[in-house]
């Protein structure tokens, strides 16, 4: 079996680069004396606050042009064990207040609900508890945008369709018989309902879901704060009109019969502007949109010709998008790239083949690549990209864990150089479609390498 | 017996990272006066008037060094010669510039005596040259700074060097080890009745450390951390055993050579041997 050697290795980039040589990415020969890689990372947002868990789960923000390096759980212990660089798509955060839910940044009530502001510290934001004591009539508190120039979405930019929705949550402390609910309504279309979910707890304090509009795409386990679990819940709404009106509620005793009493604890209603599903926390709104960049990563390297064959394994943690194909439009996460500007290599997950990765030649003309449905079972990804012949009509075929897949029709156009000498971190060529996740390893290497050769290299 | 730690390369030195920007501030007054700037504090000068200190007494004094990109940490080393025994110091980490939500990497009350101890000891562990070292589990971001309280009244803390980045503790160093060999030197005459006279003594610690590498990637590290850094005549922490920490000792590279030899085993496992010597050592009393 050949073994990937030290002198093979031409790029390593990711949580695991970070935490044992101390950055984000290095060169196959370590650091070198004339100083670290050249980096160029962006999130051209002009400095808004966007969120990643340290090792106790709390959320923290990251600000202007900051990489984000989340720890993550990678052995499902519930333990955050390992760090992960974190890229995500663009995105912008429209529901406002949606951090407080009280009158001071335009939220109304109905009845006299109980508001207990920073009840549970998730680090950088607090969850509010919100009661309805009342057990003769029901006590919410909501947002209508009528009137407001600011809208849940924009019209039409943000198009009709389904739209993410995410909240923190953990277990009420009086949950209502019918749990807690979420919801937005439309009132132009008569008080449609266009999303709803009612949350409950079972006996381990985990969420459970009922009285559904819209799609519950799961639950992410945050932290444990004293003997709270924290989750976030990740949603899709069902399809929305961005030119209508809508209201947005959270009450406490889920809506049932007007004799119900219960709370919610919550923090950061997320509603954001378009994707499949919803994207990493942005730090809190008040009574402006806050537009998220996405994160972009860039290193400039010598060391890649045409002349050789590659080899790229990235190990990334599994989220729920993998397996699934969700949303309005199903996008092609990027892991990596070889050169930003054509003829280049390029590495990523298609979504819109559940479990499955991607790679291509782009040879300026034709796109070759196969995708293949074979993501193996586990917390981690680990994914192989193969790319051989490229100066004479290359060839390229992926591993998901369950074996390589068939070779891909020779590329039409032969090169003698990349486009240019970037690499990719964390994205793709082509669209602009990022990870949205953590990366814990990426390794590019000379020469043609299997799954397993590729993983010895990055223990 | 524990395992080695090396830690050569340093957030606060511009030598090693001359795009880090380092500033200080205080809640009152100014966070560095001229002559005692906090630049100081990276430029491993072991001169006990080389040292950052603040305007104002009595009042909470912080250095920040943003990183020119993120980046990890797990050791922190404050030199000998600072007024900072049972005080609290705080190395905290951020990614947004103003530390309005940030990590604490660690948070110690620093020794006010010498005792066997591990470098991940909860207060950390104070050599026996009272210097100051602490181990804590990685973190990583791009804005770091250390956090010293008000110490009381009249006090402003003194710090002559520090020390803050990842350590490096690659495997068991061969055996035998001698790490409290010393040499010393000086000046002697014999006089008529065969009496020595000697003056101008010195003495410091020096020594030997060989170890064959168990993990290939390990090999680049060994080549940043002691070839290029350490190899660049740029001092670095020997904890010969994390175990015992308090015998760790500053060290320069003995003029001569360092090696990473690649035999034996292969080109896989390469042996790391060199020579050290203690750097600047207290004058022998």
Known sequence: MPEVRPSDIIFRAGGRVLEKYGVPAIAGGGRPRTGDLIETFSRADGGVQVGFYDQAGLLRFAGLNVLRAQWMDTDGDAIRDRLALWFDDARTSRALGNNDFNAATGWFQVGTPVFTANYVSLGAIS???????????????????????????????????????????????????????????????????????????????????SSLTGTYLGAEFITTVGTRKVYRLHFLTGTVTVANEHVIRVVPSGGGPASETGDIICALYQVENAGAFPSSPITPTTTVAIVKAADDLLYTLLGFSPSNDFTALARVVRTFWMDSSVGP??????????????????????????????????????????????LAAGTIVSVVGQWWNLKAGGFCKQDGGSGFSADSTPAANP????????????????????LNGGLLDLIWARGRFSLVEMLKAAT | ??????????????????????????????????????????????????????????????????????????????????????????????????????????DCTLPTVTGTGDLDDLNGIRTEEGAWLKRFPVRSGKYWRLRIPAMGASLKPQIVNAWLDLSWSPTLLDTPLAPDSHEIGGQ????????????????????????????????????????????????MWIIHDDEQADRAVLALPRLGKIEIEQKGRGWFYPRVDFDWIEHSAKDAA
């Not at chain 1, 609910?181 to 449609?192: K, L, M, S």
């Not at chain 2, 980490?93 to 939500?101: C, G, L, P, T």
């Not at chain 2, 003594?201 to 850094?229: C, F, K, N, T």
């Open chain 1, 127 to 209: 969850m509010t508890k919100i009661a309805d004591d009342d057990g003769a009539a029901t006590e919410y508190t909501g947002f209508n945008y009528n009137g407001k120039t600011d809208k849940p979405w924009a019209s039409p930019t943000d198009g009709d369709g389904t739209k993410p929705v995410s909240i923190f949550w953990t277990k009420s402390d009086l949950e209502s018989p019918s749990g807690a609910q979420i919801n937005i309504t439309d009132t132009t279309a008569a008080g449609a309902v266009r999303f709803s979910a009612n949350i409950k707890a079972d006996g381990a304090g985990a969420p459970v879901i």
């Open chain 1, 329 to 374: 439009a199903p996008i092609a996460p990027g892991i990596s790239a070889i050169g930003s500007a054509l003829p280049s290599l390029n590495f990523f997950f298609a979504q819109a083949v559940p479990g499955a990765v991607a790679v291509q030649i782009r040879d300026g003309a034709t796109i070759q690549g196969p995708a293949a449905s074979n």
């Open chain 2, 1 to 106: 017996m524990g395992q080695p730690v090396f830690l050569v390369r340093n957030f606060f030195s511009r030598r090693i990272y001359p795009l880090h920007i380092l500033a200080a501030s205080a809640a009152s007054g100014a966070g560095e006066i001229v002559g005692n700037e906090f630049g100081r504090i990276g430029d491993a000068c072991r001169d006990p008037f080389d040292y950052w200190t603040n305007e104002t007494a009595n009042t909470e004094v912080r250095g920040v060094v943003t990183c020119d990109r993120s980046r990890s940490a797990d050791m922190l080393a404050i030199d000998r010669a600072h007024n900072l025994a049972g005080k609290q110091v705080l190395c905290e980490v951020a990614d947004v510039s103003d530390f309005s939500s940030l990590q604490v990497a660690c």
């Open chain 1, 415 to 434: 090169f003698s150089k990349f486009g240019n000498a970037d690499v990719y971190v964390g994205r793709r060529i082509g669209a602009s479609q990022y």
């Open chain 2, 188 to 235: 002697a005459s014999t006089t008529q009745s065969g009496w020595e006279i000697r003056s101008g003594i010195w003495v410091r610690r020096m020594g030997h450390v060989g170890m064959r590498l168990l993990v290939p990637s390990d090999y680049e590290l060994a080549r940043d951390q002691i070839q290029y850094q350490f190899g660049l005549n740029r001092p």
